[in-house]
């Protein structure tokens, strides 16, 4: 079993920044892949960002250039700075691993 605790959402007006983390514990020793996602209300989930375990990364094209994903392997963290948001960013925001493990999710809203 893999937990996954979010963290660092909130309300923030369009062009500010936020953080994101990921803290996963657990059986996190088989964990390649981590990453985050997102839900707007009436839409479906989406990947914003995704990271191995070696530092590659992914991103979705309308958060390239904006968000980057990193990934703490001393302190199980993945973090997702977030710059220039957009209100069209607003959403609930979820980690998720490898073998289908995803967090609670931590709503972030961006007024415009």
């Known amino acids: 079993q893999v937990q996954l605790v979010e963290s660092g959402g909130g309300l923030v007006q369009a062009g500010g920044s936020l953080r994101l983390s990921c803290a996963a514990s657990g059986s996190i020793f088989s964990i390649n892949g981590m990453g985050w996602y997102r839900q707007a209300p009436g839409k479906q989930r989406e990947l914003v960002a995704a990271i191995a375990r070696i530092g590659v990364t992914n991103y979705a094209e309308s958060v390239k250039g904006r968000f980057t994903i990193s990934r703490d392997k001393a302190k199980n963290t993945v973090y997702l700075q977030m710059n220039s948001l957009k209100p069209e960013d607003t959403a609930v925001y979820y980690c998720?691993?490898?073998?289908?493990?995803w967090g609670q999710g931590t709503q972030v809203t961006v007024s415009s």
């Open positions: 998720h691993s490898d073998y289908g493990y």
